[in-house]
């Protein structure tokens, strides 16, 4: 068997968009955590765990519904608050002091809803990476969600290492160039960040790009990953005619710019949520542009899907400590998959000396109450 | 201090030099073997010495920027 999947904790992951969490509650898993989202009448976003504490019935689950401020469980009646707390059980008037269900902090923010896994008093919303082209006046976004029946840490692999767009996604985002062009790779583990430069100076200029700036010759391109794990990436794409650099000074207006945002959300050991968007700073309302560019990028996320799929069937089969080979265009991943492993075994360090504090202080009361 | 690293790739050869926060450098042919030694700072960062070659360099490759 391959090695176990393992999920940071204590920290935010995007759960949804905000365009998806409505008065019907939406069931979504983030690391194995079953969670029910829903819009109250406030207009607020709650996430709950998704499980009545009654007889387990998911409140995501029809008929399950929201009524106000509330969500009812479609099987018995049970009513939560937005906080988790039971307000309301069917034929009686008194509400069990244990009748609640754990709640998610959350966080509305750059068109996500952010839900924070692990320990609530250590969410610090100031933590959460941003991403807010997408919902900046200036920029125009398409974006989607396509699921993977992959474990996560394969979409981080593939996102870290852009080389594969020559292979992979030829006829799309992919040039012989992107392959071909040394990448720098810059490693802030105060901030936790991994940056990952590629800069072509005379490239071919790929449809996706052609069709939405109308750039007919050859072009210079830039890619400039920013990745924030676990969850948000993003990659900074600049696009010019060949030779056109931005200024020392002032508006870099004789190029195009593209932000591509991914949203990377573990979901079981063996499957994620891909969470894509495209900003732009150019042909902001043209419709045309919009479309084209939604259909290109979800077919590549499509492509990345089929092919993280396959994947995920043959690393499940390997035993554990299979040899991978790895070369220079990996350095990105490598430096990512390094700050992830530190993250978790941080977070388990963490955990391990809270439940250690906690068995302490159970065994000094124990004994406080003995001498007593 | 800032706990930032880069690895640069130089152009026209398969070489990564590592650079670290504390200034020391180094070069190598295999990424994992940089990061490795980048992230074992400050065991063997000497910023007073040559620049750390963590394996041959093919011939004609300086080994210091």
């Given at each position: 068997m391959s090695s176990p999947v393992t999920f940071v904790r204590n920290q935010w992951y995007v759960a949804a968009y905000g365009r998806e969490v409505t008065t019907e509650v939406l069931g979504r898993t983030v690391c194995g955590e079953a969670i029910a989202l829903f819009r109250t009448a406030s207009g607020t976003v709650a996430a709950l765990a998704d499980r009545c504490v009654h007889r387990r019935f998911p409140l995501s689950a029809a008929p399950s519904h929201v009524v106000g401020d509330t969500v009812v469980c479609?099987?018995?009646?049970f009513t939560y608050d937005g906080t988790g707390t039971c307000v309301a059980v069917p034929g009686q008037s008194r509400v069990p002091r244990t009748a609640r269900v754990a709640s998610y902090p959350v966080v509305e923010q750059d068109s996500f809803v952010w839900v924070f896994v692990g320990d609530p008093a250590l969410a610090d919303a100031t933590r959460i990476p941003r991403a807010p082209w997408l919902a900046d006046e200036g920029w125009t976004t398409v974006s989607g969600m396509e699921p993977l029946a992959a474990r996560w840490g394969l979409l981080v692999d593939n996102l870290l290492d852009l080389s594969h767009e020559t292979y992979l996604h030829g006829g799309y985002i992919?040039?012989?160039e992107v392959a071909e062009t040394p990448i720098t790779t810059e490693v802030d583990e105060e901030a936790r960040i991994v940056r990952v430069s590629r800069h072509m100076a005379d490239a071919a200029c790929p449809p996706f790009y052609a069709n939405s700036t109308g750039m007919t010759g050859r072009i210079t391109r830039w890619q400039d990953i920013e990745y924030f794990p676990p969850c948000l990436y993003t990659l900074h794409s600049r696009v010019a005619p060949v030779g056109v650099l931005p200024p020392a000074?002032?508006?870099?207006?004789?190029a195009f710019h593209v932000e591509v945002v991914y949203a990377i959300t573990p979901s079981t050991e063996t499957s994620t949520y891909d969470f894509w968007a495209v900003a732009r700073d150019f042909a902001q309302d043209d419709e045309e542009v919009s479309r084209f560019l939604h259909d290109s990028n979800r077919t590549v996320v499509l492509q990345d899907v089929t092919a993280l799929d396959l994947l995920e069937t043959v690393v499940a089969a390997e035993p554990a400590g299979t040899q991978e080979l790895s070369i220079n265009i990996d350095t990105g991943a490598l430096a990512a998959r390094r700050m992830i492993a530190a993250m978790t075994a941080s977070t388990t360090t963490a955990t391990t000396a809270a439940a250690d504090a906690a068995t302490g202080a159970a065994t000094q009361a124990a004994t406080s109450a003995a001498v007593r | 201090m800032s706990a930032t690293f880069t690895v640069d790739w130089l152009p026209g050869s398969d070489v990564l030099r590592g650079r670290c926060h504390c200034g020391a450098t180094s070069s190598a042919q295999d990424p994992a073997t940089l990061l490795d030694w980048l992230g074992?700072?400050?065991?063997?960062?000497?910023?007073?010495?040559?620049?750390?070659?963590?394996a041959p360099l093919p011939a004609g490759v300086a080994g210091d920027a």
């Open positions: 479609g099987y018995h009646g992919g040039t012989p000074e002032g508006p870099d207006d004789g | 074992a700072h400050p065991d063997g960062h000497d910023t007073s010495g040559p620049e750390v070659l963590l």
